[in-house]
């Protein structure tokens, strides 16, 4: 079965890696890359793409999506994690394609247009474009399959603030949104990609696989593991936004808890994914909230398997 999606992403190195897993395996069609701000400004999230298309020898759409959070001033970027050009100060030959010139939202919209009930939203950066989408056409969880995200903490801290993770902190009141809405929605956020360290000989085994593709993320992710090794014994990163795909094609492979999910939006709880486990509390502002699917575990060596060989395709 081929699995149509739509990756909104922001990248970023982890967003490459999960870019590249995206086209090379054969049972995902990618239609489109929506692009957001968040680890860079838009405009580069942008251009990285067209740059990650064009390496990936991908004829695909690209657009820009928004570069703004839904409310507030412009947010910070994450350029001390994934360096000045979001690929690890990499710096690789800029595309000369062009962007496809409708808004990241409208993309979306048009897309579950045409194809409706058959493709899911896989996104992988902060929560705007899907927010807008769902303001441009409020029959929008109709139309798509589901809903697959990287983001949120639900039982353990933030990488942000104590309580929040990066993606959703960018984004709370999209993200609120997002949650809200009633489309199967699957959460992979800190809970599971946290526990998931992966090592060097890992980004040797990608490019041993894919010299071109596989070295690229070796290379970029030099940088990111510089970032994930402070205070840690051994040297490691971690390829979150791979995560959701992985789910696509391999559901077994992971552990899922159900449960009322609210997204907090004050200073202090900003960007919080509190999640209730279905049955644990009685209070209507628990039970009257969307539920949604959050991945707690996953099985780490069939997990690394499956992007070193997909890598080789
Ligand atoms: C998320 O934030 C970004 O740095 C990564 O690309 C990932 O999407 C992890 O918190
Ligand atoms: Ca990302």
Redesign the pocket.
Known sequence: MTHKIILDT?P????AMAIFFAFQHPDIEVLGLTTVY??VPVSMAAKNALTLCEMADQDIPVTQGVGMPWVGPESSY?HF??GDDGFGNTFPEPSERELDPRSSAQFIVDMARKYPGEITLVA??PLGNLALALRLEPELPKLVKGVSI??GAAFVPG?VTPVA???IWNDAHAAAIVFDAKWPLTMFG?DV?LKTPFTLPFLDKLEDNNEKLGGFVKRASQFYADFYSQNRPDRVC?F??AFPLAHLLHPELFIIKRGHARVGTSELDRGQTVIAPEGSTASPLWTEAHKVDVAVDVDHEKLEQLFIDTYAY
């Open positions: 922001d970023g190195i982890d967003d968040g680890n994450a994690v994934h992988i950066g990287m983001g990488n993770e990066a993606n800190l990609t971690f979150h936004d």
